[in-house]
């Protein structure tokens, strides 16, 4: 039984975000509008210290807690929106709670589609994830991602080794996107359950960020690039998420490829209840401050 929280925010999100996703023309007038911005909420500063630079002309937010001069412990953080919406009010809640754990914060903001493809997000991650390990030591180092955020978050991890660069020392994602064929026939047992996602409109969106390339490509899917040798990882998802068949796929062939991956299913809970305020999220984030913690 979902709390009522939950309930009520499901509604909210069946009447107001749904509809969009499941018509393709209107998926098509939600990629082309305006995006929101990307600057940390004034709020974060009043407890943190917060730089920004540019890489490769997007930004990059570092958040520290003032409370360490120099955080040992980094958790580089990319943001879901289905790569097409901009990091938002519930990520930088987040991220300030990975600070006050006393972590260093590293959040890139890659170009969003259709302006920007995967492409050009590559390279970008990829130089600012090697400046970061450049400052902090990889086995005090945690990747992370939600949504669309973990699907690049495990695509990056994949490619580490092929640039010779050290890979962190876990993975946390969240309601991962990790299939963008969105080709799993168990995802038709969950969509109605599903308040937030549909197929339709993942696809076309998918189809802007891989700007033509195969969706089956493993820098887009990362759900068919290689498992052996990857950091331990932890996955958190809801029954009431579309994309809960692909996340125990994932789970499947990491374990088949040899390594540790835990899989945390919350009933009832829809997409990324990690980051929403309902009771279902609370163990799941209580688990990942334990994490960054015991870095």
Same mark, same amino acid.
């Given at each position: 039984?979902?709390?009522?929280?939950?309930?009520?925010?499901?509604?909210?999100?069946?009447?107001?975000?749904?509809?969009?996703?499941?018509?393709?023309?209107?998926?098509?007038?939600?990629l082309?509008?305006?995006?929101?911005?990307?600057? %940390?909420?004034?709020?974060?500063?009043?407890?943190h210290?917060?730089?920004?630079?540019?890489?490769?002309?997007?930004? !990059?937010?570092?958040?520290?807690?003032?409370?360490?001069v120099?955080?040992?412990r980094?958790?580089?953080y990319?943001?879901?929106?289905t790569?097409?919406?901009?990091?938002?009010?519930?990520?930088?809640?987040?991220?300030?709670?990975?600070?006050?754990?006393?972590?260093?914060?590293?959040?890139?903001?890659?170009?969003?589609?259709? /302006?920007?493809?995967?492409? /050009?997000?590559?390279p970008? *991650?990829?130089?600012?994830?090697?400046?970061?390990?450049?400052?902090? %030591?990889?086995?005090?180092?945690?990747?992370?991602?939600?949504?669309?955020?973990g699907?690049?978050?495990?695509?990056?991890?994949?490619?580490?080794?092929?640039?010779?660069?050290?890979?962190p020392?876990?993975? *946390?994602?969240?309601?991962?996107?990790?299939?963008?064929?969105?080709?799993?026939?168990?995802?038709?047992? !969950?969509?109605?359950?599903?308040?937030?996602?549909?197929?339709?409109?993942?696809?076309?969106a998918?189809?802007?960020?891989?700007?033509?390339?195969?969706?089956?490509? %493993?820098?887009?899917?990362?759900?068919?690039?290689?498992m052996?040798?990857?950091?331990?990882?932890?996955?958190?998802?809801?029954?009431?998420?579309?994309?809960? %068949?692909?996340?125990?796929?994932?789970?499947?062939?990491?374990?088949?490829?040899?390594?540790?991956?835990?899989?945390?299913?919350?009933?009832?809970?829809?997409?990324?209840?990690?980051?929403?305020?309902?009771?279902?999220?609370?163990?799941?984030?209580?688990?990942?401050?334990?994490?960054?913690?015991?870095?």
């Amino acid at each position: 039984m979902s709390s009522l929280m939950t309930h009520l925010a499901s509604l909210a999100l069946r009447v107001l975000r749904k509809p969009t996703l499941e018509s393709v023309e209107d998926t098509r007038e939600w990629l082309h509008e305006p995006k929101e911005d990307a600057e %940390p909420p004034q709020w974060l500063s009043a407890r943190h210290w917060i730089t920004r630079r540019e890489v490769g002309g997007f930004p !990059v937010y570092t958040v520290r807690p003032r409370s360490v001069v120099e955080p040992e412990r980094a958790v580089f953080y990319l943001h879901g929106g289905t790569y097409v919406s901009e990091i938002a009010a519930w990520h930088w809640v987040l991220v300030a709670r990975i600070a006050d754990a006393g972590c260093r914060v590293e959040v890139p903001i890659y170009g969003l589609a259709p /302006e920007h493809t995967y492409r /050009e997000a590559f390279p970008f *991650v990829t130089r600012v994830y090697r400046e970061l390990t450049e400052d902090a %030591p990889p086995e005090r180092t945690l990747i992370a991602g939600d949504s669309a955020g973990g699907g690049l978050a495990l695509a990056l991890t994949q490619t580490l080794p092929g640039a010779r660069l050290p890979l962190p020392a876990r993975l *946390v994602l969240i309601s991962p996107w990790t299939d963008l064929t969105m080709s799993n026939p168990d995802i038709a047992e !969950v969509e109605g359950s599903d308040p937030w996602l549909a197929p339709v409109g993942l696809l076309e969106a998918a189809g802007e960020w891989a700007d033509g390339d195969d969706l089956a490509e %493993p820098r887009l899917s990362p759900l068919y690039g290689p498992m052996a040798g990857l950091p331990p990882m932890d996955l958190y998802i809801g029954t009431r998420d579309l994309l809960l %068949p692909d996340t125990r796929r994932l789970h499947d062939r990491v374990t088949e490829a040899g390594g540790v991956a835990e899989l945390f299913v919350e009933e009832g809970a829809f997409h990324i209840h990690p980051l929403v305020p309902v009771p279902e999220g609370v163990d799941a984030r209580d688990r990942i401050m334990r994490t960054v913690r015991e870095l």
